[in-house]
């Protein structure tokens, strides 16, 4: 009889700890396509980045763009059921700016990305399971009228 309680607690333990990660990237998780995401870390290292600078949407026709440190980026990209994504035709324009650096190295992580994770509010981009980039949400500022 004890070993039936046991196995029942274990086994209860068990889909609670699955429960909560399945809520957690499920019902939480903010969509890929359509949520404006900013650039927070990147190779390892945590940025302090203007809120108007480093933001990209992906839009359902397969494209994305944004704005990086002062430059306009753009592409396309395609992704799998299983969280795989490739990027194509990334660009950007070419204006000189104080993070014009950071601009380039993310846009080699563009080229470089082979999968993607969403959790809850946070986009990790990776390359080869190496953590490159992770984006944070942001909610998109509230139209005033004018």
Not at 35 to 52: A, C, F, K, Y
Not at 123 to 137: P, T
Request: with cysteine.
């Amino acid at each position: 009889m004890r070993r039936v309680f046991g196995f029942f607690v274990v086994a209860a333990m068990a889909l609670f700890v699955v429960g909560c990660c399945a809520c957690r990237k499920g019902k939480n998780a903010k969509p890929l396509v359509g949520t404006q995401w900013h650039l927070v870390r990147m190779m390892e290292r945590d940025l302090s980045i203007e809120p108007e600078q480093f933001l990209f949407t992906f839009e359902a026709d397969g494209r994305f763009g944004g704005i990086g440190a002062c430059n306009r980026m753009m592409g396309g990209y395609t992704t799998t059921d299983k969280g795989g994504i490739k990027f194509s035709n990334v660009a950007s324009t070419r204006m000189m700016c104080p993070d014009v650096d950071l601009e380039n190295e993310l846009g080699k992580i563009f080229d470089s990305a082979t999968h993607y994770e969403i959790d809850g509010d946070m986009l990790m981009l990776l390359s080869n399971g190496e953590m490159q980039a992770v984006f944070k949400a942001v909610e998109p500022a509230p139209e005033t009228d004018k």
